[in-house]
């Protein structure tokens, strides 16, 4: 069992950067990534990083913008966000796929862990 707990969040003005932290109770032998829910809308992949750091994945929406990282030696995950938009707005939610799995993916439902979230809001 993998437990995820995410920080950094908070108010931000557009143009501005946060940092966010995901920290899991284990080492997440897996891919891990971020992904974002704004009110009234569906849970949207943001970004991904495979176990081994060699590859990582972005919505179009955040490309250049966000970058994803992770520290396997103290089991954590980072999403730094930076000219940040009204539109990136949303809970953000750290998860991990089932552990084995190495590679990236965009798919919520091949993640297995998923921290409780942590609100972004970015005034314009």
């Known amino acids: 069992q993998v437990q995820l707990v995410e920080s950094g969040g908070g108010l931000v003005q557009a143009g501005g950067s946060l940092r966010l932290s995901c920290a899991a109770s284990v080492r997440p032998v897996s891919a891990m990534g971020w992904f974002r829910q704004a009110p009234g809308k569906e849970r949207e992949f943001v970004a991904a990083i495979s176990c081994s750091a060699d590859s990582t994945s972005y919505v179009d929406s955040v490309n250049g913008r966000f970058s994803i990282s992770r520290d396997n030696a103290k089991n954590t995950v980072d999403l730094q966000m930076n000219r940040m938009k009204p539109e990136d707005a949303a809970v953000y939610y750290c998860?991990?796929?089932?552990?084995?799995?190495?590679?990236?993916?965009?798919?919520?439902?091949?993640?297995?862990?998923w921290g409780q979230g942590t609100q972004v809001t970015v005034s314009s």
């Open positions: 998860a991990a796929r089932r552990l084995g799995a190495m590679s990236v993916s965009r798919v919520p439902s091949e993640y297995e862990y």
